[in-house]
């Protein structure tokens, strides 16, 4: 018989290695958990799925050139819904049954200011979309974003209208918070650019009709509009302004740069005005490098995990940038010789950014090659240049683009950052 | 006044499209007290359908008709196929509103699947809008408007003047009684499902003309209207669900026109919950008290 004392110390020493293995130290070979917290569902779902679409090909990538020093990673989606209400029992229950979480792609826009300060107590390293400018300065030091903030986005639109000689502005804007959130970057700059704002629409998303929204629009004549929603209410919005004669040039943010959005809009308005009217602000491309062939390969490798086509995933800016962010974290991972977040958090910056003697490199193999070498790395990611400053941000200049009927990209010109940061907004949150 | 004007137009439209929908869900609803929150799904079906024509070249029309019956058929394999058997077991009506929402969520998420999760342009019957002072309509939109009042003439009288719609009213009413009389009940409601799922197919294919678009979430997304406009104007009836639709189309493109885009369809919600307030009884219509009908 099994005396009550030993049965207290082997129920402690149990609880004591369930304990253990809670924490964010994966101290097996077992997986390695990479959670999406990105808006599955819900009114910013679009956004959600743009985001989900670079996760599997990283993961893929990541796996099939051996893993992380012996660990294969596992995907964990967890959902938002783009709002904090949700993302915070659904993040605390990941928190609570993953106990080999290693990174986050997200939050998103939505959940941030509940998620982050989560996470970052957990300790848990996030690449987020978050575009709000209070993580211009980020004091959070699991918090990297490799994306524009919403003020650049906005003075980025803000700056290539004027670069067009226009003069009279409307906003329309969906009211899901992840487009709401570019909309202050957006009325700041242009009162920063003094370009005048002739009326501000609030589209609900999926309505049947906007028609007396696009009346409103129509008599406030203006000569641009700049915008942001989900494409199918883009669709029937710029659908309807087409068939009431009110179509005029479009400025999208990167929200509007993504397969769903240009299809959806494409159709309404037809393939040559939209060639004609429409430009997205993107973050600039990178150059065909390496490391873009390696997204390309591994979105192919991934093409059963991803709900979209591979040239659409392929196509996707927000995809691509989830995609160098785990592909950072995964080499921060090797070059802290370490699947503990607390050791190999302060290796992400440095493994991305460029430095003398730094070995570039342009994918996972390539940068776990090097640092076996016993070299210091730099990765260049397939947006480009990665560089985070001391408040983990990093981002380039942006580009004007707009789609072909094939859905190539066709450059129509550029934003530099100098230009960006040149210009001072006031009052985005 | 211009404003009032083209707003009122605008909100005929959202009416006139809530409107097909709304008398399909609440002719369904009256009879077999079923809140069929897979309507919505069934309505992307409809759309789906009427796209997938229009890839192959049919005639758009032709492609609403086949929306329609892709609907119909939906709908009854829903409603023999699932919902009877759940009936059988005495399933309850909160029950069997959840037997109805998960079987809405599998049709989408197989949809999503299928769809690549893509959204599908769908522009067919485009025309230059017909302007009158600041009123501007496209001839599709008057198409629908029509539409959906023939399809209110029709049911209205088809509910009163024919032998049918007498015993769909009985098996409404009281189902026992009505059996006893010699009305083939479970003909009845089979004939039900099939003109609800049909208008349902009709709407969702009303509903992506005039978003331009499908995807595989465009019925759930206007489901919420849809049952609002049926409870606001009584269960059952589908004059009141015509009535409601119009109030809530003029409400929400009012307020949107005036400025308040954002709140418009708050605004719509807001006179549901007056109504709710204030007669109470003429939203449920007794219904709670009722047996499902399948």
């Known amino acids: 018989m099994v005396k009550p004392r030993v049965l207290a110390v082997g129920a402690a020493a149990a609880l004591g290695a369930v304990l253990a293995g809670c924490g964010a130290t994966a101290a097996t070979k077992g997986p390695l958990v990479v959670a999406g917290v990105i808006a599955i569902t819900g009114t910013s779902s679009f956004e959600g799925s743009n985001q989900y679409d670079g996760i599997p090909p990283a993961i893929y990538e990541i796996n099939h050139d051996g893993g992380v020093l012996g660990h294969k990673l596992v995907f964990k989606g967890v959902d938002t819904r783009g709002d904090p209400a949700d993302a915070l029992p659904a993040v605390q229950q990941l928190l609570a049954t993953s106990n080999n979480l290693v990174a986050v792609a997200g939050p998103d826009t939505g959940s941030a200011p509940t998620i982050v300060p989560v996470l970052n107590s957990a300790h848990i390293p996030m690449m987020a979309v978050a575009g709000e400018s209070v993580y211009d300065h980020n004091t959070a030091p699991y918090f990297w974003r490799l994306f524009a903030p919403d003020s650049a986005n906005g003075i980025a639109m803000g700056l290539w209208a004027k670069q067009k000689s226009f003069t009279r502005v409307a906003a329309v804007f969906a009211t899901d918070p992840g487009s709401q959130g570019d909309l202050p970057g957006v009325l700041a700059s242009l009162k920063a650019l003094h370009i005048q704002l002739v009326a501000n629409i609030s589209l609900t ?225 | 006044m211009g404003q009032l004007l083209a707003s009122s137009a605008d909100g005929i439209v959202v009416a006139a499209i809530l409107a097909v929908a709304a008398m399909g869900f609440t002719l369904q609803f ?138 769909l009213r009985a098996t409404a009413v009281e189902p026992s009684l009505a059996r006893s009389c010699g009305i083939q009940t479970g003909r009845v409601v089979l004939i039900t499902w099939t003109v609800s799922g049909f208008l349902c197919g009709i709407a969702g294919v009303v509903y992506i003309i005039s978003t331009q678009s499908v995807d595989y979430s465009t019925g759930e997304l206007f489901l919420p209207l849809v049952i609002a406009a049926a409870i606001l104007g009584g269960v059952g009836s589908i004059r009141g669900a015509v009535v409601a639709s119009l109030v809530m189309g003029l409400v929400t493109e009012i307020v949107a026109g005036y400025g308040g885009a954002a709140y418009s369809t708050v605004a719509g919600f807001a006179i549901l919950v007056v109504v709710l307030l204030v007669r109470p009884g003429s939203v449920s219509g007794g219904a709670e008290d009722r047996q499902l009908v399948l």
Not at chain 1, 314 to 324: A, E, K, L, R, S
Not at chain 2, 45 to 65: D, E, P, Q, R, S
Not at chain 2, 118 to 134: E, F, H, Q
């Open chain 1, 205 to 429: 998303p999926d309505q049947s009709s906007y028609q007396s929204s696009v009346s409103q629009l129509i008599q406030a004549h203006p000569d641009v509009i700049m915008t942001e929603s989900d494409g199918g209410t883009a669709g029937t919005f710029f659908g309807e302004l087409k068939s009431l004669g009110g179509l005029v040039p479009i400025i999208g943010t990167l929200a509007t740069y993504t397969p769903p959005w240009l299809t959806a809009v494409q159709s309404a308005i037809g393939a040559a005005d939209m060639r004609q009217d429409y430009a997205g602000l993107i973050t600039a491309p990178s150059k065909p490098t390496a490391a873009v062939t390696a997204w390309d390969q591994a979105v192919k490798g991934a093409k059963s995990k991803l709900p979209v086509s591979v040239h659409a995933a392929q196509n996707n800016p927000f995809g691509v940038t989830y995609y160098d962010g785990m592909i950072a974290v995964a080499l921060a991972m090797v070059a802290a010789k370490s699947t503990n977040p607390v050791d190999f958090n302060k290796k992400i910056a440095s493994v991305c950014n460029p430095g003398p003697g730094k070995k570039v490199v342009y994918s996972f193999a390539q940068g776990v090659a090097a640092l076996k070498a016993g070299k210091q790395i730099s990765y260049f990611g397939a947006t480009g240049l990665i560089k985070f400053d001391k408040y983990h941000n990093s981002f380039g200049g942006m580009e004007a683009v707009t789609s072909s009927a094939s859905g190539s990209t066709i450059k129509l010109g550029s934003v530099s950052v100098a230009s960006i940061e040149a210009v001072h907004v006031k009052g985005v949150a």
């Open chain 2, 30 to 167: 009256g009879l077999t007290n079923v809140i069929n929150l897979s309507f919505g799904a069934v309505m992307t079906i409809g759309g789906f359908t009427a796209y997938l024509a229009n890839v192959a070249h049919l005639n758009a029309w032709l492609g609403m008709l086949l929306g329609g019956v892709a609907g119909a058929v939906a709908t009854v394999a829903l409603g023999r196929g699932v919902l009877r058997l759940y009936a059988r077991r005495r399933t309850q009506l909160f029950e069997m509103m959840m037997v109805t929402l998960g079987m809405g969520l599998v049709i989408d998420y197989g949809l999503q699947a299928i769809s690549q999760n893509a959204i599908y342009g769908y522009t067919v019957l485009r025309g230059a809008p017909l302007r009158m002072g600041p009123i501007a309509v496209t001839p599709i939109e008057v198409g629908i408007i029509v539409m959906a009042l023939v399809i209110l003439v029709a049911a209205e009288a088809a509910l009163k003047f024919t032998k049918l719609g007498k015993a």
